[in-house]
């Protein structure tokens, strides 16, 4: 295999792990990538120099107060339902 040696090879850094990962061909902002090291799904967010960010942020993680007390106001009772399987299952 012949590398053209005109071509460069662009790096960036996984903001998960630390691990470089290579673009062969012309990096285009937003273009997804998989890191091979973390698994995480990465989006280039700058191609001069190359600069990859996490492709989606969970918004549940931005306004989380941390009380999960709120999403649960009723008292729920495991006897109100009826599961297929009650037969095999002895009090």
Known sequence: MQINPQSK???GICPGCG????FQNKVQMGEFVICDE?????????????K???AFEDPFDEDFDGD???DFDEDVDDDD???????????
């Open 9 to 11: 090879t662009e790096i």
């Open 19 to 22: 691990a470089r990962i290579r």
């Open 38 to 50: 973390c698994g995480d799904e990465l989006e280039v967010v700058s191609v001069s120099p190359v």
């Open 52 to 54: 990859l960010d996490w």
């Open 68 to 70: 999960y007390d709120d």
């Open 81 to 91: 339902y009826d599961y297929d399987d009650d037969d095999d299952w002895e009090d």
